[in-house]
């Protein structure tokens, strides 16, 4: 089932959209059919790049693997042995550059294996996963992508806090899908203590978000040049990724832990105007 998958997602036909085309014109300022033509008729890196981008695995199509897989991984000798039956199977795909339009290209070693070692087909998740009771399939699937993804070592206290997080969020399944990425890039960066670690990192988020704003009211009331000259340094804070890490933060504290904004104690202020 797995090779049959494969095989029919990477000769699957392309119809290249307003996506791929800006991507040809911004990357390598191609615009007309006749230079697409030309461009996918050539061997050297720029169309590799091309590939590289244009056969990338899906959600969908990743989420398709896990109902096969459903948690579990295959050797890396089997992976490729998958790769080498792909690759003598001689497969190509046809791209449709517009409505009348079409080219074959040959889907080679170049692009099946980097297609098939990004699905981490022999990343071997815990059991506490697998053996999860997820309410459906479909956000079972969705949730072990993105535990295949992980770039995480699996401990023991690891495993638990993940599995506490999900178990607090089935009721709320759309939260869930949003929160996991960010839940679990934080969880690869500490061993344990997550709650501490989440309150402490709320903390500082917060203080940097109050330090850019005092910053900005300073700007707003002072030249540029009064402020150097004072010695008040530039504060570059990317708001928005910082308030919705906090948001993420809200939301496991509430859900996991109970707790509803314990972190809205007074911020020092500092001023030297």
Known sequence: MLYAALLEKLTE?????????????????????????????????????????LFFPDMAFQKKIESILSGRNISISAQSDLINRLVKKNIQTKVQLDSKIYQMIPIGIMIIEP?????????CLPDNFIEFQ??????????????????????ESRCRFICKVIQSFLNDQEALIEILPRILIFCG?????????????KRQLSQNLERFKNHQALQEKHSFELL????????????YQSEA????????????????????LPLPHHSMF
């Open 189 to 201: 960066q500490y061993q344990d203590q997550f709650h501490l670690e989440l309150t402490k990192r």
């Open 134 to 155: 997820f309410p459906d399939n479909q956000l079972k699937n969705c949730v072990l992508v993105y535990l295949r993804n992980a770039s995480i070592e699996w401990t």
């Open 115 to 123: 297609f098939v070692r990004r699905l981490n087909l022999n990343c």
């Open 13 to 53: 036909p392309i119809c290249l959209d307003k996506s791929h085309r800006d991507f040809l014109n911004q990357v390598f300022g191609i615009k007309s059919i006749d230079e697409i033509q030309q461009f996918l008729c050539n061997d050297s890196q720029d169309i590799m790049t091309f590939y590289d981008w």
């Open 245 to 264: 890490e906090i948001s993420m933060i809200d939301s496991v504290l509430f859900k996991v832990y109970d707790e509803n904004d314990m972190l809205s």
């Open 228 to 239: 150097m000259s004072s010695g008040v340094r530039s504060v570059h804070v990317d708001v």
